[in-house]
């Protein structure tokens, strides 16, 4: 028989232990399978259920559009120009995939579609990799070393981030014609340098949040602060870099408007494709969706791959300071 | 009586002394050569590219607000900006530009709690919710070039769309064609594409509540909409605060895909396109008119956004 459990008789453990009960049954009967997160009970149900209907016509809405130019990138060019917008091609032309190797190119510089692959890969690299790399240096030595001017940097570092200042585009474009920068390469490299912004306040609060002991342990052994920082630091913040290196490759693979503004002479497949049909007369629609449809290839299968790092590892904190 | 241990003693008085003099490592320890070496070979370069590319960039930007492409010191600049506002709303690009870029700036602010509710529907893993993220992530994985060639033939009077109004016997409009519809349309597109927008950090931000203070509160009683408005906001508020700042500071890029729908054309123009037009077709003629138009901008934009920043740094955050 159960012991029964009174205020002034029970002992603090016998208290404890029959208050842990009632919330268990509490819990059970709030959710059936115990877990707050995916039960929903009464108005909440209903409250779900519509956010649900708002989700999945959100969901159809976006993959219609797509969808419908997978379709139309099989048709034959005659059968897209008549129109017919909802019927299926009468006849699958597959052919329209390999003729946008072949026929698709940036018509203001010549580049082929394999040329136009090429630079998209080493614009992705470099974007990608410098943008991951460079912030968590400057993360880590302003948040581990206290020297003089490292809280003036801080500042400096936030008050830029805060403090919009329109226009200075055109003096930016004026520097790197100065520097013989514009429309090169290098400037990608150049670009990149950049240690502050956005990415070096979360590598910031990341490597503040690292524990020192473990540079310590490592002086110990003999190592110095560079091998500190690039064997024992560095590997702690991987999950970021990846994290960055990867939405970073993506916004570099789908870049056009800096590519157009800066490296004319270089082109990659979006900056490519739109001067396409910007500047053909007669486009070939289908190929020309043919040739969208392979440039979306590569960030998908990359977001496929990397997709749970993506979704969990980025936050961000405060600005205040 | 009290006796005091003489070696805490004398610590309590020099230690201040120490630290305010001698650089120190995160440990505490004071800075060593191959420490100060290792701080000036990383941040050497960081630095200069900052110096160059920030510093030296906006200082220019605002000296050439006042010269002309030649490189003579002179008003006219500053004056051509003000005799473009002075044009009014049918004539000034400029002014078309602004009010287009404020009406795209108070859509993405408006748009904010939306996106707190995506967020928070799938951090409650509503049904389908591992689908419904990635389909909602979607445009920020596909170039927009592809999304706004598949957006706009789809909408185009011979696409979908427009079959479709005119089986129903309505007139099908060139959406992106005609200045009545042309900016509302970049405006619903960008809507329509924009309720995933700051899914991750908000998401990130969501997933970092401790679930048992949810559960309290539902042991309590709280319902749905209550647990959005009194737990979920003041707990992610850090994060979201941080991307209101964020929001305000980008108030004069706000826009659509000017370029790649209609290059400006039909009143669509915004600010981001009015500068990205100037320098990349007009060329280094226009480069001293852009400079001075953000100059007159920025002058206007941060006495704004750093008011807006003090009253959001008053509202406090709540640690857990």
């Known amino acids: 028989?159960?012991?029964?459990?009174?205020?002034?008789?029970?002992?603090?453990?016998?208290?404890?232990?029959?208050?842990?009960?009632?919330?268990?049954?509490?819990?059970?009967?709030?959710?059936?399978?115990?877990?707050?997160?995916?039960?929903?009970?009464?108005?909440?149900?209903?409250?779900?259920?519509?956010?649900?209907?708002?989700?999945?016509?959100?969901?159809?809405?976006?993959?219609?559009?797509?969808?419908?130019?997978?379709?139309?990138?099989?048709?034959?060019?005659?059968?897209?120009?008549?129109?017919?917008?909802?019927?299926?091609?009468?006849?699958?032309?597959?052919?329209?995939?390999?003729?946008?190797?072949?026929?698709?190119?940036?018509?203001l510089t010549g580049t082929s579609f394999f040329g136009l692959i090429f630079n998209s890969i080493w614009y992705t690299v470099l974007t990608a990799g410098m943008a991951s790399i460079v912030p968590s240096v400057t993360g880590y030595v302003i948040s581990k070393y206290r020297f003089p001017g490292r809280d003036f940097i801080y500042a400096v570092a936030i008050v830029a981030l805060t403090i919009p200042i329109v226009g200075s585009g055109a003096a930016s474009m004026k520097l790197w014609h100065q520097l013989n920068l514009y429309d090169n390469p290098l400037r990608v490299v150049v670009g990149g340098l950049g240690g502050f912004g956005g990415t070096f306040?979360?590598?910031?609060?990341?490597?503040?949040?690292?524990?020192?002991?473990?540079?310590?342990?490592?002086?110990?052994?003999?190592?110095?602060?560079?091998?500190?920082?690039?064997?024992?630091?560095?590997?702690?913040?991987?999950?970021?870099?990846?994290?960055?290196?990867?939405?970073?490759?993506?916004?570099?693979?789908?870049?056009?408007?800096?590519?157009?503004?800066?490296?004319?002479?270089?082109?990659?497949?979006?900056?490519?494709?739109?001067?396409?049909?910007?500047?053909?007369?007669?486009?070939?629609?289908?190929?020309?969706?043919?040739?969208?449809?392979?440039?979306?290839?590569?960030?998908?299968?990359?977001?496929?791959?990397?997709?749970?790092?993506?979704?969990?590892?980025?936050?961000?904190?405060?600005?205040?300071? | 009586m009290e006796t005091q241990n003489p070696s805490i003693a004398s610590e309590s008085v020099t230690a201040p002394a120490v630290r305010k003099k001698k650089a120190k490592s995160y440990g505490g320890k004071p800075l060593r050569t191959m420490d100060k070496v290792f701080i000036v070979t990383m941040l050497f370069i960081p630095i200069v590219h900052f110096l160059i590319f920030w510093v030296y960039v906006n200082f220019n930007s605002i000296m050439m607000a006042f010269q002309l492409p030649t490189g003579e010191w002179s008003w006219a600049t500053m004056e051509s900006v003000f005799l473009n506002f002075s044009e009014g709303m049918e004539n000034s690009s400029l002014l078309i530009s602004i009010q287009n870029t404020l009406i795209y700036f108070f859509k993405d602010l408006l748009m904010m709690p939306f996106q707190v509710l995506v967020a928070y529907f799938l951090f409650r893993k509503i049904i389908g919710h591992k689908a419904i993220q990635v389909i909602l992530y979607m445009p920020a994985l596909i170039s927009g070039v592809v999304i706004t060639s598949a957006f706009s033939s789809f909408i185009n009077p011979s696409g979908p769309i427009g079959t479709l109004l005119t089986a129903m016997g309505m007139e099908a409009p060139e959406f992106l064609a005609n200045s009545d519809y042309a900016t509302g349309t970049i405006l619903f597109y960008t809507i329509w594409l924009g309720w995933s927008g700051n899914m991750l950090l908000l998401g990130g931000a969501m997933a970092r509540i401790p679930v048992e203070i949810l559960e309290s509160a539902r042991l309590d009683g709280i319902t749905t909409p209550k647990e959005i408005v009194y737990m979920v906001f003041p707990l992610i508020w850090n994060t979201l605060s941080t991307l209101i700042i964020l929001q305000m500071t980008g108030i004069f890029g706000a826009g659509g895909p000017v370029l790649l729908f209609t290059q400006g054309r039909y009143k669509t123009s915004t600010i981001g396109w009015w500068i990205f037009e100037k320098i990349n077709y007009t060329g280094a003629s226009a480069y001293n008119e852009v400079s001075a138009a953000g100059l007159v901008l920025t002058c206007v934009g941060v006495p704004i956004i750093l008011t807006v920043r003090k009253l959001i740094e008053k509202i406090p955050s709540v640690d857990y």
């Not at chain 1, 099989?74 to 006849?91: C, H, I, R, W």
């Not at chain 1, 910031?204 to 690292?210: I, M, P, R, T």
């Open chain 1, 1 to 107: 028989m159960k012991k029964e459990v009174s205020l002034y008789t029970s002992t603090p453990e016998e208290l404890e232990s029959s208050l842990e009960e009632l919330r268990k049954n509490q819990r059970k009967n709030l959710h059936k399978d115990g877990n707050i997160m995916t039960s929903h009970k009464g108005a909440d149900k209903w409250i779900f259920g519509v956010a649900f209907v708002i989700f999945a016509l959100q969901c159809f809405t976006i993959i219609l559009p797509f969808a419908w130019m997978i379709m139309s990138s099989f048709k034959e060019v005659n059968e897209y120009n008549l129109g017919g917008a909802f019927s299926l091609p009468t006849v699958w032309e597959f052919e329209n995939y390999t003729e946008a190797f072949q026929s698709l190119n940036d018509p």
């Open chain 1, 201 to 321: 306040l979360v590598y910031y609060g990341f490597f503040k949040s690292v524990s020192w002991s473990y540079a310590e342990a490592a002086e110990i052994d003999g190592a110095g602060p560079y091998t500190v920082f690039f064997q024992i630091m560095l590997p702690q913040a991987v999950p970021i870099i990846l994290t960055y290196m990867i939405t970073g490759a993506i916004g570099a693979w789908n870049e056009y408007q800096s590519i157009i503004l800066y490296q004319p002479s270089f082109p990659t497949l979006a900056s490519g494709l739109f001067n396409y049909k910007s500047n053909t007369a007669r486009a070939d629609i289908p190929v020309y969706y043919a040739g969208l449809v392979i440039s979306m290839i590569p960030t998908l299968v990359l977001f496929s791959l990397c997709s749970s790092k993506i979704m969990t590892s980025i936050s961000i904190g405060g600005l205040k300071g």
